[in-house]
């Protein structure tokens, strides 16, 4: 993996944002490239000033989002079937979509939001989603919400990092528990705060 790392990342500092989206769209249709090292990396080229972050942002988003689609249709046409005997020819391994699966189960659509904040889940959750055959539009509708705040700070931390970047490459699944934790947080303590707020304007009116 570390020789493929150094192609990649000649990828990147070669064709800037097309390589990027390239990348990206390869990893959420589950192919396994670390997202930390596909945008760390970024960040450290817009810490360098040979990237935009706008622009970098943008092309994961497009990137991602296309490989999710994709991702999406093979489960959606395919099936469990079709990605368990073919899957391994694209390094798709049966334990990790079992652990999507398993998550999708669980949780349902509100899987496809939170697990693209973590590690593996995030890569592999379109193939379950398309199992299910869950509406297309709430699943681009959830995706692009949980894939937003994700790429963003990935490539916020790949800049403020600089040349330490790939620090997160070692504390990569750590950091994804902690902002998903932290995001939970918050929206819970939005989902109460307007409660509260519904409530109060209720006793007003009465």
């Known amino acids: 993996m570390e020789q493929f790392s150094v192609y990649f990342m000649e990828f ?4 800037g944002y097309v390589a990027i ?4 769209a390869a990893e959420n249709a589950c192919i396994p490239i670390p997202s930390e090292l596909i945008l760390g990396f970024a960040g450290y080229l817009i810490f360098d000033g040979q990237l935009g972050y706008a622009a970098a942002l943008a092309a994961g988003m497009i990137g991602g989002m296309a490989g999710s689609l994709f991702a999406y249709a093979v ?3 395919g099936g469990r079937s079709f990605v368990d005997r073919y899957g391994r020819y694209f390094f798709i391994k049966k334990h990790h979509v079992d652990i999507a699966q398993n998550w999708f189960d669980r949780y349902g659509l ?3 939001f939170f697990s693209r904040m973590l590690p593996v889940v995030r890569t592999f959750i379109s193939l379950p989603a398309g199992f299910a055959h869950v509406d297309k539009k709430k699943f681009v509708l959830l995706t692009f919400a949980g894939a937003l705040p994700w790429t963003a700070l990935i490539l916020a931390a790949g800049m403020m990092l600089g040349k330490s970047w790939q620090v997160m490459l070692a504390i990569g699944h750590e950091a994804s528990i902690v902002f998903v934790a932290v995001c939970a947080v918050v929206i819970a303590g939005l989902y109460l705060r307007h409660r509260r707020q519904k409530a109060a304007a209720r006793r007003v009116t009465e």
């Open 12 to 15: 990147i500092a070669a064709w």
């Open 110 to 112: 509100k899987a496809v």
């Open 75 to 77: 489960g959606h046409y």
């Open 21 to 24: 989206a390239v990348l990206m």
